[in-house]
């Protein structure tokens, strides 16, 4: 299977805002609003941060948001922080024969 | 609180195999489906497998089907990875993740290196 599509880095400066997207299919992303999101940083399990496209964990700051438009969906972190520097991953379910299918992961740089 | 503990990796030759299991609690284990999830050293996350809470429906990704076998012991909180035909390519931390289209709990992972 084909991973979803990230770019593979991202910068801004503190208190700017950032988007991130993930492109797939209609067998995947565009499908379906089982879109989620992970930050991970070095060394550390990945955490979620969004899933179905747009709902937030408990605990999880409201700087993050998502969003979904086709077979591209989005990642906005707002108010950019020193911590939120890290790699982020998008993930969708999809309905070819396997079953999961994550991107490439984006690395966010905060200058 | 949730926790998810793998064990049983390690270094093995190409062409071996290896059992890694992930210890469940905190949480109803028979009530959720489990997923495996690896990343390769300085490389990104790849989706490995997934089994149903009853363990009635198995997925796995391309790379791994026919030689890896994921399973769960209900009785015994217990998520299982066996892996056959060990390749260089399949050297990653392999994590054990809590969900099935929202993988919401992640372990810590655990460590397998494939190499002569």
């Known amino acids: 299977q084909s991973a979803l599509t990230q770019p593979a880095s991202v910068s801004g400066s503190p208190g700017q805002s950032i988007t991130i997207s993930c492109t797939g299919t209609s067998s995947d992303v565009g499908g379906y609003n089982y879109v989620s999101w992970y930050q991970q940083h070095p060394g550390k399990a990945p955490k979620l941060m969004i ?58 740089t905060v200058l | ?37 690896r990343q390769a050293p300085g490389k990104g996350l790849e989706w490995v497998a997934f089994i149903r809470y009853d363990g009635s429906n198995k997925y796995y990704a391309d790379s791994v089907k026919g030689r890896f076998t994921i399973s769960r012991d209900n009785s015994k909180n217990t998520l299982y990875l066996q892996m056959n035909s060990l390749r260089a390519e399949d050297t990653a931390v392999y994590y054990c993740v809590r969900g099935v289209t929202v993988l919401d709990y992640w372990g810590q992972g655990t460590l397998v290196t494939v190499s002569s």
């Open chain 2, 1 to 37: 609180q949730v926790q998810l503990v793998e064990s049983g990796g390690g270094v093995v030759q190409p062409g071996g195999s290896l059992r890694l299991s992930c210890a469940a609690s905190g949480f109803t284990f028979s009530s959720y489906g489990m997923h495996w999830v």
């Open chain 1, 51 to 108: 899933y179905d496209v747009s709902k937030r964990p408990s605990g999880v700051s409201n700087r993050f948001s998502g969003s979904k438009s086709g077979n591209t969906a989005s990642l906005t972190i707002s108010g950019l922080q020193a911590e939120d520097e890290a790699d982020y991953y998008c993930s969708s379910y999809t309905s070819s024969s396997t079953f999961a299918v994550f991107g490439g992961g984006t690395k966010l």
